[in-house]
């Protein structure tokens, strides 16, 4: 069983069960940033991977301005990686979901 950060996260991968879309939890990390040494000062983790779309997702339910760390690490994450794809879903994406659904824990 899989250890989830957030109950949002479970509920996701709940629905993508349902829908039978393979995925993977925090399959990959990507090192943004590494000091002189070479040890990683940053980093970033997405919260699902998407196989069969090559696809990442992260989900966020963090207010807005507490967002702005993250939207930097995914431009790093672009600018050094253009290749990987990365779809980031909001609180507001989340309710949608759980609206739409019926996800119990969504946001």
Request: aromatic share 12%.
């Amino acid at each position: 069983m899989t250890d989830f950060a957030h109950p949002s996260e479970r509920e996701l991968a709940a629905l993508f069960d349902s829908y039978g879309i393979e995925w993977d939890y925090e399959p990959t990390t990507f090192v943004l940033e590494r000091d002189d040494l070479g040890n990683p000062t940053c980093a970033f983790t997405p919260d699902f991977y998407l196989p069969g779309f090559d696809t990442y997702v992260e989900v966020t339910t963090l207010r807005q301005p507490l967002v702005t760390r993250k939207h930097r690490k995914l431009r790093m994450l672009s600018e050094q990686q253009p290749d990987v794809r990365v779809k980031i879903l909001y609180r507001k994406d989340l309710e949608r979901l759980g609206a739409k659904y019926g996800l119990a824990d969504a946001a």
